[in-house]
């Protein structure tokens, strides 16, 4: 993604955010900017796969499940820190780490717009988990 796209998400996000509104006009927007990553996205966001984790301290990380691939009945998640920019996928780790190709894999696409319209799930997890889930993600 070029700083031009970039500017562009941030300006389509913000509004997103100001409104809460993820209509026809705005899903086309965020095609036009973003192609089949953002269709990725949205399949994910209409499956209703995203939970946020909180910790009582307030610690904090997106959760998005999809199904695997490989395991016909299993269901896979990765962790997304939004604010860090982070997500645990192969695609994060192979086009935005190692080749800085793309800024954001799907899970981080879908994290942000669930953030943004509310359209996410809550689950309480504690200090402990939340250091263990960190540890697991970073370490
Ligand atoms: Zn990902």
């Known amino acids: 993604m070029t700083s031009t796209s970039i500017q562009i ?8 955010l100001a409104t809460g509104k993820f209509n026809e006009h705005k899903i086309f927007e965020f095609f036009s900017l973003l192609g089949s990553s953002f269709i990725d996205a949205l399949g994910l966001y209409d499956q209703n796969n995203v939970t946020l984790l909180t910790s009582p301290s307030g610690r904090s990380f997106i959760r998005v499940g999809e199904k695997s691939n490989r395991r016909r009945s299993n269901k896979i998640h990765y962790n997304c820190f939004v604010n860090g920019n982070y997500c645990s996928c192969f695609s994060f780790m192979f086009n935005f780490i190692q080749f800085e190709k793309q800024l954001w894999c799907k899970h981080l696409l879908v994290a942000k717009l669930a953030m943004a319209t509310g359209q996410f799930n809550t689950q309480i ?3 402990d988990d939340y250091g263990e889930i960190y540890r697991q993600t970073f370490m």
């Open 9 to 16: 998400f941030n300006h389509l996000y913000e509004e997103l």
């Open 125 to 127: 997890i504690q200090e």
